[in-house]
């Protein structure tokens, strides 16, 4: 049997508390001189401040893959070819941002430190949105389907062989519409919203 301490505990317990405590007093140590004083909280820091921020054009945008059958066809191609390396947004030119891979066929995108992204997507399915009844906007003698959801509104040319997507932040004005409107104008025949 084994001695009791004065507090009623066996003395391996007590041996083995004790143990544990200044294991983990030295464990702590150890880490606060490695990381030095608010160690983890710099670290936290360095590492949000080196987050790309997808919004703020710091690094590649990542797409997610939509339905999209048309993507890969010639007129998708031919658009792609024919859209501007910049799109003015209220006066200035924002160029093309890298998208990360595997990037979906057939998109695009637009944006910066100080403009939300741009994306354009060709060769998806019709919208759902897409009726008889639908209000759609002439814009530089494309007909598009604007369809808003929350901050941004997605445009759908929906007068082209193929749809062509534009998604962009309610603040961007009129000015992308109108160059990808030239430009689908420019490469791809017109045809009836409802053959």
Known sequence: MQKQS??????SVVAVAVSLGVLLALGVAALGLLHGPGGSHQQEAARESSTPDPRAGNGPLALPPVDAPEADSSACAEVLEELPAELDVRGTGVARRELARPAPPGTL?????????ITLRCGITAPAELTRTSELMNVSGVDWLPISSGETTSWIAVDRPVYVALTASEEIGSGPVQEISETLRGTLAKQEVFP
């Open 109 to 117: 995108a637009w944006g910066d430190a100080d403009h939300a992204p």
């Open 6 to 11: 004065g507090s009623g505990l066996p003395r």
